[in-house]
């Protein structure tokens, strides 16, 4: 009897499965370059493939968190990570109380650290919690980035790829807004404070250069590249269905 073969889709998955296996003992070496090694053009190909994603999840999860951990030094437990950045939050509040205390030049100058505060301070969490919405996980919270150092939160990369490809987008955006959004926060509060005009100026000036920078800088390497390719992964997922999906039966025709 001739011998049973694999589908196309099986001898796919087989061959992604094949590959992280490679990857795996690269890491297991000391390479840990995933852009180099290619893992993360076989993690495109599981994104688009649900049954590639449950076979392949886990395995896909630890490599990259042993990539991530043999390359990052500077991580703690995930909820060291948002308690902190949450503490920071806490000194924007700080902030809106001493320049209503104030007045004059210190006014100001709290004021536009409430901005500050608030633009790094909710950042993490925002991320962490729309993820968290999501069914997306934590292994690791990290200082890292491009200098100066800011704070981030590391997926379990296997609930990262389980979760609903609009839900990965709304993860990375959700952090990019957060930043976005708080200086002017802070602005809503300056009538209520002795804060003088220039710092209210300095606020809209502070989320007016954040959404240049994200616009020239993020769409190609930060949060909104990463929001871009997961809403592009589910279009695929969404027309890859729809080519399967077997059409409506006709309407039988009366006798």
Same mark, same amino acid.
């Given at each position: 009897?001739?011998?049973?073969?694999?589908?196309?889709?099986?001898?796919?998955?087989?061959?992604? $499965?094949?590959?992280?296996?490679? %990857?795996?003992?690269?890491?297991?070496?000391?390479?840990?370059? =995933?852009?180099?090694?290619?893992?993360?053009? +076989?993690?495109?190909?599981?994104?688009?493939?649900? +049954?590639?994603?449950?076979? *392949?999840?886990?395995?896909?999860?630890?490599?990259?968190?042993?990539?991530?951990?043999?390359?990052?030094?500077?991580?703690?437990?995930?909820? +060291? $990570? &948002? +308690?902190?950045? *949450?503490?920071?939050?806490?000194?924007?509040?700080?902030?809106?109380?001493?320049?209503?205390?104030?007045?004059?030049?210190?006014?100001?100058?709290?004021?536009? $650290?409430?901005?500050?505060?608030?633009?790094?301070?909710?950042?993490?969490?925002?991320?962490?919690?729309?993820?968290?919405? $999501?069914?997306?996980? #934590?292994?690791?919270?990290? *200082?890292?980035?491009?200098?100066?150092?800011?704070?981030? %939160?590391?997926?379990? #990369?296997?609930? #990262?790829?389980?979760?609903?490809?609009?839900?990965?987008?709304?993860?990375?955006?959700?952090?990019?807004?957060?930043?976005? =959004?708080?200086?002017?926060?802070?602005?809503?509060?300056?009538?209520?404070?002795?804060?003088?005009?220039?710092?209210?100026?300095?606020? &809209?000036?502070?989320?007016? =250069?954040?959404?240049?920078?994200?616009?020239?800088?993020?769409?190609?390497?930060?949060?909104?590249?990463?929001?871009?390719?997961?809403?592009?992964?589910?279009?695929?997922?969404?027309?890859?269905?729809?080519?399967?999906?077997?059409?409506?039966?006709?309407?039988?025709?009366?006798?």
């Amino acid at each position: 009897m001739e011998a049973l073969r694999p589908t196309p889709e099986q001898a796919r998955r087989a061959e992604l $499965g094949r590959a992280l296996d490679r %990857i795996e003992a690269e890491i297991a070496s000391g390479n840990t370059d =995933l852009g180099a090694l290619g893992f993360w053009t +076989v993690v495109a190909a599981i994104k688009r493939d649900r +049954v590639a994603i449950l076979e *392949l999840a886990d395995q896909a999860g630890r490599i990259d968190t042993a990539a991530f951990r043999a390359r990052v030094r500077m991580r703690t437990r995930p909820w +060291v $990570g &948002v +308690v902190s950045t *949450l503490a920071v939050t806490a000194l924007g509040f700080v902030g809106i109380w001493l320049a209503d205390t104030w007045t004059g030049f210190w006014s100001g100058v709290a004021l536009l $650290g409430t901005g500050v505060a608030w633009s790094v301070g909710w950042h993490l969490p925002a991320h962490a919690f729309v993820g968290w919405l $999501g069914g997306i996980r #934590y292994s690791d919270a990290f *200082l890292g980035g491009p200098p100066p150092p800011r704070p981030g %939160i590391k997926t379990d #990369y296997a609930t #990262y790829l389980r979760a609903e490809p609009s839900m990965r987008a709304w993860f990375h955006a959700s952090g990019a807004i957060a930043t976005k =959004l708080a200086p002017f926060a802070a602005l809503a509060c300056w009538p209520s404070t002795d804060a003088p005009a220039w710092s209210a100026w300095a606020l &809209v000036a502070l989320g007016a =250069l954040q959404i240049v920078t994200d616009a020239l800088f993020s769409t190609t390497s930060g949060d909104w590249k990463r929001f871009l390719r997961e809403r592009q992964v589910g279009r695929d997922i969404q027309r890859s269905l729809s080519r399967i999906q077997p059409a409506a039966p006709s309407a039988a025709r009366s006798g």
